[in-house]
């Protein structure tokens, strides 16, 4: 019985704007690239709309598990704000091998991480560090409810786009961590309290902010945290009824 051949090793796709891919797309550019793979704005030739394309290195997802697994995933969650609106997923050849890709919406925004380092100090003021962490808290929840859950929110992983005076994020990168439990939620919930604790600066900044962000992030003590806000319900809550003690 032959064996089966080994995935191909590929660390770059390298694909150059114009260039065709799966018979009906143009790439743009590249505008992510991670250990998974490499994601790409294109351009679907026949309406001229914008998509996205995660492009699997295949030694990556070798029986694309990945891929579908992300699939079932972000259709599981399609009607989740916060969540990147999947399509469908494509072969296309890269240097003579087979790969799959997974089409997407193309979303507007910045990662987090680069926004807030284009403020004043490298940081966010607590009144809009707290409006970012709301509607973060927000979309979580949604996934909470369907009994999901994303295990890789970080500050990398969030798209942010002011509209009016709030913002518009979409949550992209789930990480595969097997099937819903209680304790994967909850790391959402730390991580997503990171998130204000990075938006307001860190270790650097974090003794002088605002008691009210100083209660939530509760020096990133994983403990009391989740005491005080054991669901993302309670957190989302808890921003909607507080009330300021300190001037901003």
């Known amino acids: ?137 927000r979309g979580i929840e949604a996934i909470h409810a369907l009994g999901e859950y994303h295990a890789d929110v970080h500050t990398q992983n969030i798209l942010i786009q002011p509209v009016g005076v709030g913002f518009e994020l979409t949550l992209v990168d789930f990480y595969n961590w097997g099937k819903p439990a209680r304790y994967k939620q909850q790391q959402d919930i730390y991580d997503t309290v990171r998130v204000l604790y990075e938006c307001v600066g860190g270790r650097r900044h974090y003794a002088a902010s605002p008691p009210e962000v100083r209660h939530i992030c509760a020096g990133m003590q994983r403990k009391l945290i989740l005491k005080r806000f054991p669901t993302m319900s309670k957190l989302r809550r808890h921003l909607e009824t507080f009330k300021w003690e300190t001037m901003l």
Not at 67 to 87: E, F, G
Not at 116 to 136: E, G, S
Request: charged fraction near 30%; proline fraction near 5%.
């Open 1 to 137: 019985m032959a064996r089966k051949k080994a995935p191909a090793r590929i660390d770059t796709f390298n694909l150059r704007p114009g260039r065709k891919i799966g018979g009906r797309y143009e790439v743009i550019r590249q505008i992510g690239k991670g250990t998974e793979g490499e994601v790409y704005q294109i351009l679907e030739t026949d309406t001229k709309i914008y998509r996205a394309a995660k492009i699997y290195y295949p030694h990556r997802d070798p029986d694309n598990r990945s891929t579908i697994w992300h699939a079932r995933k972000l259709n599981t969650l399609r009607h989740c704000p916060i969540v990147l609106q999947y399509h469908h997923t494509e072969v296309i050849r890269v240097r003579g091998d087979k790969v799959r890709c997974l089409i997407s919406d193309l979303c507007e925004g910045d990662q987090i991480e680069r926004w807030v380092m284009r403020h004043p100090q490298r940081r966010l003021d607590p009144l809009r560090a707290m409006l970012v962490l709301y509607h973060l808290a």
